[in-house]
């Protein structure tokens, strides 16, 4: 049998890959150059050979400082761009390759450039609302304004012409200070002041003035005909004018400050209608001046938006790909004596030879004198884990890898789970429409597969993308599950010939089963379609999916089982195979094994056995007389025997788990160590001088018996409950099969067939709609996700629990095709 087993060929698929631990040692002036070739052929795991070392403390800090620095300034140009609304695509001509130094002034001086016309365009944008605000108020305030000679509102108040130059804008004072300039000269009559306010702010603004002026106040106010943008939130706000009418100048220095506090803006309205007219052709005029040179801005600053934004991704990527070299050089040791940098990482055996390529072609291009030394290490720690996957396998091994991360070189669940899980869920999920439904979904993600890879997708769309061939295969297994029970939107048809029933007589569609006789061979594939709407409908379809439920469990279960003997045999754990592998397989098939035997027999057969009395009674009374419940010829002798040898064996199995391994492992323990003081102490001294600093240090670790012996106990206890409340688990194959099946029903004929008995064409129409709803929301939608929850927990308890470690971790090389845009 081991020399069998020893011909077989190697399971890539099975295993991880083989992983080899090097060292690199690599002269300064061309470390650069080889960890960016690395980077590119994405094959080498660096180890950090300073974790002790905070980030501030390692050697490149100062490049990596750099790097995040212009990362910060390219997301400021994104920004940037975003929110003027420009898409700039990449040019199509291939441009030279910058250096990092020129791109950092380039991007220093775009920054400089870009904050410079922000802070301009801030200050025109803040002095355009001014004056459109001073429109605003003008053209609002006069209706509420008389004129009167018996008091004078204050000097004719004039825009000043220097804040406009020939040439160009210059910064001047706000038209709130310009107002506060102007004094009244009636000191004692009736006065006013005007402005504008939010909205929002009204109400309050009101409340407090009449609060401080105690009521000697008149309020009046208008709402503005347009919107002003607000220049700290660039929204557009809705704003009040008002007028208020007082007396004193005290009440004036309160309302000022109650203006300044609520972010309300005063100014100043001439009461004579000439001047105000006069006022506002100048404001007028100086907004006319002020929209011609903010659109120049405008357009001054689009225009070095898009000279940065032809260039932005590649910026992006470069500065990504440098961040990343600096950060794995400073996983690397810098000997300062040697000038050389030295590393250790974890590659695939089969990489060697490709990165022993690339770093002499990185020596050539950076004329490098000295060579890279490129050795294998002796490995003490467990290597990474590593399984190639294309479009297909690389959903299953995340679902399994959402469990735990196999052992390195340990057998890998993903590969059995490709089949094993698609098809589990079409147990559960088993209607052949329902399946052509999610086979649409997922041909529509397969056919736009390229065009969505380059979109930013949501959790959700992204999550069904990633698993579009899950649901593939899903589907697929759906149908064919649906045609064996032969629903399609719980409606059985006649697809693979007519029914092996006919009617008695006339009474037949009263009385199905009584009515119902067999006259020919059985329907040739799938549930008979005679079967839909009779009686025992139910306790068949319940007695068909209960056993096939049990009988794909225990081969489950069973697979789990010989994938533990092949890694034990891989392994080279003998004592894994004797006392554990073995009394498993016995304990498990001696009970349910030989329950899946009746059921296949009883199949087989068409025996009416009850083999709730069979199963029961091989445990209460293995020799009584079986009667009715015998299954085929001879079994009451062997029933006499058989059960009660089962049993015995299932008992002997349970000790059999529990004591000889841990008792194994000590006498194992003991035979190594017995005598070896002085020869251990000595291998040691010579390995310290021999192996290499990560392989430094390492103690065989103290062997406990009772930690062991406890372990064994858990894990025999475990297996033995395990295997019953792991059998009774996969009875939800059953459960949610049903469940499915009898929800369709229902839509079908309460929703459908009730709505089509109408002959009102709204009626039918809602039904349709109802039913529709239905089916996509609750049968396509919740069902599929609990179909596949189910499926996950069998996989990743029932199955993987036999076999699978999980503690292994992820081979996770240095790849700039890994690096995505949030790492920055």
Not at 5 to 26: A, F, H
Not at 474 to 483: D, E, T, V
Request: aromatic letters at 12%; charged letters at 20%; a negative charge.
């Amino acid at each position: 049998m081991d020399d069998f087993l020893d011909k077989l060929p190697e399971m890539d698929l099975m295993r991880s890959e083989k992983m080899t631990l090097v060292q690199l040692i690599i002269p300064v002036e061309s470390a650069h150059r080889c960890v960016t070739y690395l980077g590119e052929l994405g094959l080498l795991q660096f180890r950090d050979l300073n974790a002790d070392k905070s980030p501030f403390q390692r050697t490149f800090a100062t490049q990596v400082k750099r790097c995040g620095e212009m990362s910060r300034k390219l997301r400021f140009f994104k920004d940037q761009i975003d929110k003027a609304g420009l898409r700039c695509l990449p040019r199509h001509e291939i441009e030279p390759d910058i250096e990092l130094g020129d791109l950092e002034r380039q991007l220093a001086d775009h920054e400089h450039e870009v904050l410079e016309m922000n802070s301009n365009s801030e200050k025109l944008r803040l002095t355009y609302n001014e004056l459109l605000e001073f429109k605003i108020v003008l053209q609002k305030a006069s209706g509420f304004l008389v004129s009167s000679n018996a008091h004078a509102i204050g000097d004719e108040t004039e825009l000043h012409e220097s804040t406009y130059s020939n040439n160009g804008f210059i910064e001047s004072s706000s038209l709130l200070e310009q107002e506060m300039r102007h004094e009244p000269l009636n000191q004692s009559g009736l006065r006013f002041i005007s402005g504008i306010i939010n909205k929002d702010k009204l109400l309050k603004f009101e409340r407090m003035l009449f609060r401080a002026t105690r009521g000697n106040m008149l309020f009046n106010q208008t709402p503005s005909d347009e919107e002003i943008m607000d220049p700290s939130t660039s929204e557009m706000v809705e704003k009040i004018v008002f007028v208020v009418f007082f007396s004193g100048e005290q009440a004036r220095t309160k309302i000022l400050k109650i203006c300044e506090a609520f972010g309300a803006n005063c100014y100043p309205v001439p009461e004579d209608t000439t001047k105000q007219r006069q006022l506002t052709r100048e404001v007028l005029s100086r907004l006319s001046d002020l929209e011609a040179t903010l659109d120049a801005g405008t357009r001054h600053r689009n225009n070095a938006l898009n000279a940065v934004g032809y260039s932005l991704t590649k910026w992006m990527t470069t500065v990504r790909r440098e961040k990343a070299v600096y950060d794995t050089l400073n996983m690397l040791n810098f000997d300062v004596t040697k000038k050389c940098l030295v590393g250790e990482g974890w590659c695939p055996t089969f990489a060697k030879t490709q990165i022993h390529e690339v770093l002499q072609r990185a020596t050539f291009d950076s004329n490098s004198q000295v060579g890279v030394i490129f050795h294998v290490m002796q490995a003490v720690e467990s290597p990474p884990t590593y399984f190639r996957t294309n479009k297909l396998t690389n959903a299953f091994q995340e679902i399994i890898d959402a469990y735990g991360v196999a052992r390195y070189q340990e057998a890998n669940p993903a590969v059995y789970s490709v089949v094993t899980y698609p098809f589990l869920f079409a147990v559960m999920f088993g209607d052949w429409g329902h399946g052509l439904c999610l086979l649409l979904g997922a041909l529509y993600l397969l056919a736009r597969e390229r065009k969505l890879s380059t979109q930013k997708l949501g959790s959700f769309m992204e999550m069904l993308f990633g698993g579009r061939y899950v649901i593939l295969l899903m589907a697929l297994f759906s149908i064919y599950c649906g045609l064996i029970y032969n629903e399609f939107f719980s409606v059985p048809f006649h697809i693979f010939g007519g029914s092996a029933y006919k009617c008695r007589d006339a009474t037949c569609s009263d009385a199905y089963t009584v009515g119902l006789v067999k006259y020919r061979d059985p329907y040739p594939f799938g549930v008979d379609p005679s079967w839909r709407g009779s009686r025992t409908e139910l306790p068949y379809l319940n007695s068909l999916k209960m056993k096939m439920s049990i009988l794909l469990g225990i081969a489950q279960m069973n697979l789990g089982l010989i994938l533990s003997f092949f890694n034990a045999r891989f392994f080279g754990s003998s004592l894994d195979i004797r006392y554990q592998f073995i009394p498993q397989m016995i304990f498990l098939n001696s009970l349910f094994g030989y329950l899946s035997l009746l059921i296949i027999i009883k199949w087989c057969t068409g025996s009416q056995a009850d083999l709730y009395h069979v199963m029961i009674y091989m445990f209460l009374s293995p020799t009584e007389e079986l009667g009715e419940n015998e299954l085929f010829w001879g079994q009451r002798p062997l029933q006499a025997r058989f059960p009660i040898l089962l049993l015995l064996m299932a008992f002997i199995a349970v000790p059999w788990m529990l004591f000889p391994k841990p008792f194994a492992l000590r006498k194992i323990h003991m035979e190594r160590f017995q005598g070896r003081t002085y020869g251990v102490l000595g291998t040691s001294e010579v390995d310290l001088d021999v192996e290499p600093d990560s392989a430094r240090g390492h103690q065989e670790e103290e062997f406990n018996f009772s930690e062991i012996f406890v372990h064994q106990l858990i894990h025999s206890i475990e297996f033995v409950l395990g295997s019953v409340s792991n059998t009774a688990s996969y009875l939800r194959l059953w459960a949610l099969s049903l469940a499915h099946s009898e929800l369709s029903t229902v839509f079908y004929e309460k929703v459908l067939l009730l709505a089509w008995g109408y002959e009102n064409i709204l009626i039918r129409l809602i039904g349709v709609v109802v039913f529709a709803f239905a089916t996509a929301f609750i049968l396509l939608m919740m069902e599929t996700l609990s179909a596949f929850l189910h499926a996950l927990r069998l996989h990743w308890v029932e199955f993987m629990g036999k076999f699978f470690h999980g503690d292994g971790y992820k081979f996770k090389p240095f790849s700039f095709a890994l690096i995505s845009d949030d790492d920055e």
